[in-house]
């Protein structure tokens, strides 16, 4: 199978058949054999029973719907782990995306040798609010992720070699950051194309303001993943035994003015009124914090399943 496409929705259903005929008259001119699977992730409108209509039509509509809403990341994943195509395209179902790029994006997977394709929504047809900070999380994101040439971490629309897909776990709310997770996996040849971008045509969007904080939030996490995920005693080590500097020399200092003081009857001192000294206290308590997170998370990850896993992408024998 040439390609499938990975569709995550929520509440969409007025979208739904404009979509689905969009993308079958796409896949039958340009003679991909295709699936599409629609991932509802547990919709309270009639979402559901239109793709049920919709797949009597037509064998390649396959459809997965989830008891609840877990989110985008969630959908994704579950799609992920059944898609067949060589090639995987992800789209929104809002008609946001146009299914026209999937030729293109098809053909810079397989001729050009991109991993991963991602979209860039370059003219959006989005509120200012939501535009601004975008240009700020995208930036943040690029020097963090270490990926220069994006533009666009969250567009919606994009294309993977199906191996990317089969590799990575997208859970929580880390698709806005699925080029970085293939980068960790070792899929570096990651691409952009511009793609057209549509104001949303029915319905309104599922994610509010706090997307911003909760996406910073997450990329703090996956780069400590990232970094330190399987030795965070390298970090929280660091932390502590800076901590533990500090203190040794407040409390250097403490000693020493105490010593010149009973040397020194003209020179007060009172312990309790040094700075030194509550200086000391604090980062000795601090720095013990440290070292003992450190080597808590090292237990825990020594009963990890992760802990010895990498990803082999040849062997001869
Ligand atoms: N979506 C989903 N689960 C959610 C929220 C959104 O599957 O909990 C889907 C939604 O139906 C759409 C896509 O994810 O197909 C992108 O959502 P939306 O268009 O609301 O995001 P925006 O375009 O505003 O970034
Ligand atoms: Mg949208």
Known sequence: MDITVVIPL??????????????ERVMEENDFSYEIIFVDD???DDSYSVIRRLAKKNPNIKAIQFSRNYGKSPALHTGFRIAGGDVVITMDADLQDSPDEIP????????????????WKKKRYDPLSKTIPTKLFNATARKVSGIKNLHDFNCGLKAYRKAVVKNIEVYGDMHRYIPYLAKN??????GEKEVRHQARKYGHTKFGLDRFVNGYLD????????????????????????MFLIGFLAVLTVIILKIV?????????????????????????????????????ELII???????S???????E
């Open 302 to 308: 020594r009963n990890s399943a992760e802990r010895n």
């Open 104 to 119: 293109e994006l098809y053909r810079m997977i397989t001729e050009e040798g991109y991993d991963l394709v991602s979209g």
């Open 261 to 297: 003081s009973i040397c020194n009857p003209e020179f007060h001192f009172y312990l309790t009124k040094s700075v030194y000294f509550y200086l000391s206290l604090a980062a000795m308590i601090m720095g013990l914090q440290f070292f003992l997170t450190g080597f808590v998370g």
């Open 42 to 44: 547990g919709s309270t």
């Open 219 to 242: 990329l703090g996490t996956l780069w400590f993943q990232t970094k330190f995920g399987v030795k965070p005693m390298h970090i929280f080590g660091l932390f502590g035994s800076i």
């Open 185 to 190: 996996a070792g899929f570096s040849k990651i």
């Open 10 to 23: 929520y509440n969409e259903s007025e979208s739904l058949p404009e979509l689905t005929q969009w993308i």
């Open 310 to 316: 990498y990803l082999i992408s040849d062997k001869i």
